[in-house]
T-cell receptor, first 112, second 114 residues
Framework: DVKVTQSSRYLVKRTGEKVFLECVQD?????MFWYRQDPGLGLRLIYF???????EKGDIPEGYSVSREKKERFSLILESASTNQTSMYLC???????????FGQGTRLTVV | GENVEQHPSTLSVQEGDSAVIKCTYS??????FPWYKQELGKGPQLIID?????GEKKDQRIAVTLNKTAKHFSLHITETQPEDSAVYFC?????????????FGQGTRLTINP
């Protein structure tokens, strides 16, 4: 079975902190994604990566950055956390030509 | 870019009845339309998908239909069961270059009443 693992289920951080969300996949997928899930807004793409050290902005990249130093790991970084970044964060991976995206269990981040 | 609208936001049906969730998309170049189910405390999981060269696809109690002309697609669940209660998301694959950049709808919370 494909497994996408996010390092934390729940996180509470203070405003202004630098926050790292980690995601690891075990299926040698080329593509990895970070989505943000908010009620009534669905899943919105923050950043994605097609290869190691490669990244592209999604629809809502402001306030975030990413790092992909190894194929299996994709990190989302909140440079200076703010309360409006309180949300559920979902990591996903996939590999062409298969179009299915496999999701992790999510990290619920609260910024206080 | 692609925009996906999903309705309704909440849906409550009696066990055994059918449920229908509808989505519209904006980019005529989109060619892949998956549906994901998210159970409480879990990440979304693919349940069925359809490509633009097919009008309908069925897998046991679930089916998806696609109308390319009208740019809308729907999820149909028949003989609903309590385990169908979840949040459902439709998505469209961005028609541009690159693989799997999916644009999601807003989600539908489906509740099956016993």
């Amino acid at each position: 079975d494909v497994k996408v693992t996010q390092s934390s289920r729940y996180l509470v951080k203070r405003t202004g902190e630098k926050v790292f969300l980690e995601c690891v996949q075990d299926m040698d997928h080329e593509n990895m994604f970070w989505y943000r899930q908010d009620p009534g807004l669905g899943l919105r793409l923050i950043y994605f990566s097609y290869d190691v050290k490669m990244k592209e902005k999604g629809d809502i990249p402001e306030g975030y950055s990413v790092s992909r130093e190894k194929k299996e790991r994709f990190s989302l970084i909140l440079e200076s956390a703010s309360t409006n970044q309180t949300s559920m964060y979902l990591c996903a991976s996939g590999s062409p030509p298969n179009t299915e995206a496999f999701f992790g269990q999510g990290t619920r981040l609260t910024v206080v | 870019g692609e925009n996906v609208e999903q309705h309704p936001s909440t849906l409550s049906v009696q066990e055994g009845d059918s449920a229908v969730i509808k989505c519209t998309y904006s980019d005529s170049a989109s060619n892949y339309f998956p549906w994901y189910k998210q159970e409480l405390g879990k990440g979304p999981q693919l349940i069925i998908d359809i490509r633009s060269n097919v009008g309908e696809k069925k897998d046991q109690r679930i089916a998806v239909t696609l109308n390319k002309t009208a740019k809308h697609f729907s999820l149909h669940i028949t003989e609903t069961q309590p385990e169908d209660s979840a949040v459902y998301f439709c998505a469209a694959r961005d028609g541009g270059q690159g693989a799997q950049k999916l644009v999601f709808g807003q989600g539908t919370r489906l509740t099956i009443n016993p």
